[in-house]
């Protein structure tokens, strides 16, 4: 071993932990496996905790907001926060926050309760989750072996919503709703446990946080989502709704002004110097707009039109998961060779295929029929660009900013899902009111006493004339998650270049990045 390999090694801080990588790969993927299924696992359960706890119908989005609004909003600090203290050390207590918040939600009995502890666990995850990236970065050599691990890393971040909605429903069926979040204790624990033991410490680069920077992004990015989610829920005329996008204007101006003259800044404004880069940022942002809203609307699909019991809706998108898993088996193998773009611009294009064909979507579609189709040909596009992006968003940085990079891919894929729903969700209700007022006299003419009674009691229309409102805001509501995916492909197109280093760099034929 050479002096310089010595030294490299024994750095205070650095300590090495080898031979196990396979572990190590497990400890971090099962990280944000835990981080990205919290926020779909929860969803099947919904109904049960709104009667357990008595949620009005509005205070119930709030179970997910409440975790969207915190992991979206620290997510860039909770990357900035490893680089200063040490991965390792961050990425512990982030896990160990969590399934603290997860004990404690599953223990509420008040609304506040589980709302606070819902928060807690966005903390913790936006913690962890940019971290246990980052940590790649520091357990694999650039080349085919990190490939290959930000592969597994990529397949659980797409996967995860699917393989939440089935366990979300297992555990509400069999157990009871609390169970989706006692879920998370025991492997939380076992996490926290492995990490010291198979996980590097990577080098602590001392220096001050940037506390204006991150007060700025953090308030910022959270009124930006709470802005979209409360339109949403009352309008985009409603006073708040506004004030919300306007001080997320000013604080995000505010934020990019902080940065350029910062010394120490939480985000390096020159990460968005490199075309590619900045390229998959937004990519991601697209992408992950258009997913979260695929997941909640053929959920309610499922269950509310085709009569899916939670398990069985859980089982419906394990095929989604499988076509995931063999997009993102392909891109990790062929991406040294190929570059990039191609399977951004294919998956991006296979994205917006599946969404469109969802658009179809009536009361008449069976699963095999409106269903199952369209989800193999967006799950397996959403395979190709998520091991490309996350790939293409960390390659080439300097080892003191793997955190703030893949911060910054988390934060784009948190917030551009939050933002992308909430739109979607607008949509939604536009149509589906515009739908009930044309079946609403038909119910009229043709319900019966009985139904005429209980809708007078729930304002809901029932089957057959609540599938059609249901369908309609559905069908509808895929037409701007497909325009969304559609900027993800015109950014491949226009933006993303093949580059010979980049691909040296994914062979592992070229040297490291400096850092």
């Not at 991006?348 to 095999?368: K, T």
Request: net charge neutral; with cysteine.
């Amino acid at each position: 071993m050479t002096t310089s390999q010595l030294s490299e090694n024994q750095k205070p801080g650095a300590a090495r932990r080898e031979g196990h990588p396979g572990i190590a790969l497990t400890v971090i993927a099962a990280c944000q496996l835990m981080v990205v299924l919290d926020a779909t696992i929860v969803n099947i359960a919904l109904p049960h905790i709104q009667d357990a706890l008595e949620f009005s119908t509005t205070d119930l989005t709030w179970v997910v907001s409440a975790y969207t609004l915190t992991f979206g909003g620290l997510l860039l600090l909770g990357a900035r926060a490893g680089d200063i203290l040490g991965r390792r050390r961050v990425f512990m207590t982030g896990i160990l926050l969590f399934t603290f918040a997860s004990l404690l939600g599953g223990l509420a009995q008040e609304p506040w309760q589980l709302l606070a502890a819902r928060a807690l666990q966005g903390m913790g995850g936006a913690i962890a989750s940019p971290t246990s990236l980052a940590l790649i970065t520091t357990t694999f050599p650039e080349g085919p072996e990190r490939n290959r691990a930000f592969g597994v890393f990529a397949a659980v971040s797409a996967g995860g919503g699917a393989i939440g909605l089935l366990a979300g429903g297992m555990l509400t069926q069999w157990l009871d709703w609390r169970w989706v979040l006692f879920v998370n204790v025991p492997i939380g624990v076992l996490i926290a446990v492995l990490a010291p033991l198979y996980i590097n410490e990577s080098e602590r680069h001392p220096g001050r946080f940037d506390i204006a920077g991150a007060l700025a992004s953090t308030v910022g990015m959270a009124s930006l989502v709470y802005g979209f989610i409360r339109a949403a829920e009352e309008g985009w005329r409603d006073g708040l709704a506004r004030g919300s996008f306007g001080v997320a204007a000013v604080l995000l101006l505010a934020f990019v002004l902080i940065e350029r003259r910062a010394r120490e800044p939480i985000t390096p404004l020159r990460m968005f110097s490199d075309r590619n880069r900045s390229g998959t940022y937004v990519i991601m942002l697209s992408l992950a707009a258009a997913m979260f809203g695929m997941f909640f609307y053929i959920v309610l699909f499922v269950q509310n039109v085709l009569g899916y019991s939670p398990i069985k809706a859980g089982l419906a998108f394990l095929p989604v998961t499988a076509a995931i898993a063999v997009g993102a088996g392909l891109s990790q193998r062929f991406l040294p060779v190929l570059g990039p773009k191609p399977f951004l611009l294919t998956g991006s294009a296979l994205v917006v295929v599946g969404l469109a064909w969802q658009s179809l979507i009536s009361p008449d579609s069976s699963y095999a029929g409106g269903v199952l189709g369209p989800m193999l040909v967006f799950g397996f596009g959403m395979g190709l660009n998520f091991v490309t992006v996350t790939v293409t968003a960390v390659s080439g940085v300097a080892q003191h900013e793997a955190g703030a990079a893949s911060g910054l891919l988390n934060a784009t894929q948190q917030v551009g899902g939050s933002l992308g729903l909430s739109i979607l969700t607008t949509v939604f209700g536009t149509a589906s009111k515009n739908e009930a007022e044309k079946q609403l006299p038909k119910f009229l003419a043709d319900g019966s006493a009985e139904q005429k009674a209980e809708f007078a009691k729930t304002h809901q229309l029932p089957a057959p004339w609540g599938h059609e409102v249901l369908a309609q805001g559905i069908s509808t509501a895929f037409v701007p998650a497909a325009a969304m995916a559609l900027l993800a492909l015109v950014t491949a197109w226009l933006v993303i270049r093949v580059r010979r280093s980049d691909l040296e760099a994914l062979a592992g034929t070229a040297g490291p990045a400096a850092g």
